[in-house]
T-cell receptor, first 110, second 116 residues
Framework: LAKTTQPISMDSYEGQEVNITCSHN???????ITWYQQFPSQGPRFIIQ???TKVTNEVASLFIPADRKSSTLSLPRVSLSDTAVYYC???????????FGAGTRLFVKA | GAVVSQHPSRVICKSGTSVKIECRSL??????MFWYRQFPKQSLMLMAT?????????EQGVEKDKFLINHASLTLSTLTVTSAHPEDSSFYIC????????????FGPGTRLTVL
């Protein structure tokens, strides 16, 4: 299983773009990169998933360089409600097992 | 789509009793379900992985006789905490995946267990 490393916490202000980088140096060929958001006392919510290059959906973008040893979640124009813990996971397709790292606590200030 | 529910959302029980938590995939068939435990200010810890019709696979350090998992159908998995004690108080979260190329997990809202 690929171990992930993220910053423990980040601060931002409303309206700014936030980029959270995750390193996963021993990612395997069949692994996908998935990001989740978790609010207190709630289950994690799927944000975005990708394999390489760039993926964009209605809430975020995911940038993955060619070597895939890291990935960056980009949240455009954050609001106070984006204050949460963000987890980067490397998911091994077929192996199913997923191990959560510590996550990044994002604080968005007014 | 991809909605997972849990019931109950919150439960308080006396020490020594057993508690059952249900996890349902509402709009897809879940080939695999996972059970996690999360203590305050900590990350999710995987407890076990269950496949429909098979015995669950438990992570190291998780007592299979204490945390009974039954994955009876493609939409339902249950976790029973037997003879619960105060140290079992935690936030229990399930997730489900339908398999496929990316095996995206979708999580339930969690169950807060408090053992008195």
């Amino acid at each position: 299983l690929a171990k992930t490393t993220q910053p423990i916490s980040m601060d931002s202000y409303e309206g700014q773009e936030v980029n959270i980088t995750c390193s996963h140096n021993n990612i395997a060929t069949n692994d996908y990169i998935t990001w989740y958001q978790q609010f207190p006392s709630q289950g994690p919510r799927f944000i975005i998933q990708g394999y390489k290059t760039k993926v964009t959906n209605e809430v975020a973008s995911l940038f993955i360089p060619a070597d895939r040893k890291s990935s960056t979640l980009s949240l455009p124009r954050v609001s106070l409600s984006d204050t949460a813990v963000y987890y980067c996971l490397v998911v091994n397709t077929g192996g199913f097992k997923t191990i959560f790292g510590a996550g990044t606590r994002l604080f968005v200030k007014a | 789509g991809a909605v997972v529910s849990q019931h109950p959302s919150r439960v308080i029980c006396k020490s020594g009793t057993s508690v059952k938590i249900e996890c349902r995939s509402l709009d897809f068939q879940a080939t695999t379900m996972f059970w996690y435990r999360q203590f305050p200010k900590q990350s999710l810890m995987l407890m076990a992985t269950s496949n429909e019709g098979s015995k669950a696979t438990y992570e190291q350090g998780v007592e299979k006789d204490k945390f009974l998992i039954n994955h009876a159908s493609l939409t339902l998995s249950t976790l029973t905490v037997t003879s619960a004690h105060p140290e079992d108080s935690s936030f229990y979260i399930c997730s489900a995946t339908s398999g496929g190329a990316t095996d995206t997990q979708y999580f339930g809202p969690g169950t807060r267990l408090t053992v008195l």
